[in-house]
């Protein structure tokens, strides 16, 4: 498999990354197994977050006892509740991964203007802090909002940024990548597949074979799945003018509809989490019950009582770029929800 080089840090990688996001949804011995089996194949890139519930610490159950010959990434989304907030966060992190040290930490989901200047006012130095007694070893960003990331990656403080990219959500193509490279800041990957929408799972994957994405990080529930897409990267098959097009027509009605998470329409009057609300939709709403989504549906149950608030103002509507019918959705995933209650 190709190795990549992460920005100027010089570290390489192999190009598939193991992403933790869904190790919740396995069992302790699933999971362990799910990790050896990553490592077995020289899959050396662990990305993981505070806020993926049990991620960090079953990936602990296994990194913590191995020489350090991976690379594992983590962050935290608490510099928006404040400084002792976030620094609690990280010490949580490095005790659940049960390591000394973690290569790549950060902020996660920093998609508004506000948000990176929470971010630059206080959280940054702590982490500056963590740097010097060799706590970790580089700042990492990540979010939604092209624009943010690279107004981000422009104050020269962050060594590597995490964004959205696929055959659906091409923004990246428009600054992002190029001032990523300029920079020397390293690049990694979230939502290859659109966060599980697109069906041609082998395709979505080797589009980004026709670019210099930096390390591409899907997230990964089963051995089974982990070994097709290391298959798929191992064998690095460039797609065809003729699959392109199959796969841009694939996903040509989900294009209309799906949510960037650009968050452009929070906050919300009635503490709605939008992005979260397009997300479950499009995963769940007149799709058939299998485990991902009710899974999913689990996770929008911890969101009835904020949907119940809704009164349909519009203003979400008003501010969205691509013109997403919030309310409708919000009503729609309330009675998903409700008929799987009842």
């Known amino acids: 498999m190709k190795n990549v080089t992460l920005g100027n840090t010089g570290i390489q990688v192999r190009e598939l990354g193991f992403g933790a996001m869904y190790l919740p949804r396995a069992s302790v011995e699933e999971s362990d197994n799910m990790i050896v089996r990553a490592l077995d194949l020289g899959i050396n890139y662990f990305d ?48 659940r991964l049960g390591l000394d040290m973690i290569d790549f930490y950060g902020f996660h989901a920093v998609n508004q203007p506000d948000e990176l200047k929470k971010v630059m006012e206080g959280p940054l130095d702590f982490l500056k802090e963590l740097k010097e007694k060799g706590k970790i070893k580089h700042i990492s960003i990540t979010g939604h909002n092209v624009v943010t990331m690279i107004d981000a990656l422009k104050t020269g403080e962050f060594e590597m940024c995490m964004f959205p990219f696929n055959v659906i959500e091409r923004e990246p193509l428009d600054g992002l990548v190029e001032t990523a490279a300029v920079l020397g800041v390293a690049t990694s990957i979230m939502k290859p597949m659109a966060g599980g929408v697109i069906d041609s799972k082998a395709l979505a994957l080797r589009f980004f074979f026709n670019y210099k994405a930096g390390v591409i990080t899907p997230g990964m ?82 969101m009835k009582p904020a949907l119940e608030k809704c009164d349909e103002c519009g203003k979400c509507f008003e501010k969205c770029p691509y013109n997403l019918s919030t309310p409708k959705r919000v009503k729609e995933l309330l009675e998903l929800l409700n008929s799987m209650a009842s």
Request: glycine residues 4%; charged residues 30%.
């Open 48 to 95: 993981t977050a505070s806020a993926y519930s049990d991620s960090e610490e079953k990936l602990g159950r296994i990194l913590s006892k191995r020489d350090r010959d991976f690379i594992i990434t983590s962050r935290s989304i608490s510099y928006k509740m404040g400084l002792d907030a976030f620094k609690k966060d990280f010490d949580q992190s490095l005790c």
């Open 221 to 302: 529930s089963s051995i089974q799945e982990l070994e097709q897409n290391f298959d798929i990267f191992e064998k690095r098959e460039l797609l065809s003018a003729r699959e392109l097009k199959s796969l841009e027509d694939e996903v040509a009605v989900l294009g209309k509809e799906f949510c960037r998470r650009c968050s452009y329409c929070m906050p919300c009057p009635n503490g709605i989490m939008i992005p979260f609300v397009h997300m479950i939709h499009m995963k769940c709403f007149e799709k058939e019950m299998d485990d991902s989504v009710s899974y999913t549906l689990k996770l929008g149950q911890q």
